[in-house]
């Protein structure tokens, strides 16, 4: 498909894959708006503007790229925070973008998941979660959208070496081996995917092994990732006693 004039709006098009895909969304000629933070504010807070706005103006290609990840035990993390942005904002978004689409019978709409939905890992539980949300609602959307010139197109990167992969997150990849993906090695084939109006695109040997185990044998992943568990609670053990003696080096 020819990018050539089309409009495209993007959320997290200002971090580590997203400034690598505007680029060379613009070099083949794309219209393309950047939801920036630091100017347009609080993109939760905001949604309801965002999505007025979309659905007066609805673009031709919607990718729904903003989210971050919590690495910690489940009793610890934010729930709501981490599906406003990884799920609820994307699925908002596209339900402003969608009755435009219909109008002309033609859209695109890309969905920027994560392989923790098919391979969900230990104390990211929030994260999983609605990276998995994400994943049913573009397969659902899809086959809803069957009749119709939209696309729908899931892409399922592996880690990648950005600022969402540092802290203890970069702690836990490292120790546990996990292979990462250079930012502009996923923005090319995220492009190539919205050019060949591809389904899904999946990151990574073995993980994409590893995604077929857990769905038809869990159980064999779950053995394989204690090690994992029991790495990552070393991790946490050591940043909450950092946090403790921080705290009474200050009282």
Known sequence: MQ????????????????????????????QVSVYNRAQDGDLVENLDFFCAQLKQTPPDILINMAGYNDFNYAEDQDYEAIHRLNLLVPMRLTQAVLPGMKIRNNGQIINIGSMTALIPLPHLTGYASAKAGLKAFSDALRRELGGTNISVTHVVPRAVRTQMNTGTRAEINERTNVHHDHPDDIAAR?????????????????ERFFAFLNAVCPRIIDQGLQKNRKIGEEILAAEKAKTVNTERAAA
């Open 3 to 30: 990018l050539k004039g089309k409009t495209v709006y993007i959320t997290g098009g200002t971090g580590g894959i997203g400034v690598p895909l505007v680029q060379l969304l613009r070099d083949a000629g794309a």
């Open 190 to 206: 995220i492009f190539e995917a919205i050019v060949k109006r591809k389904r899904e695109v999946r990151f990574g040997w073995p």
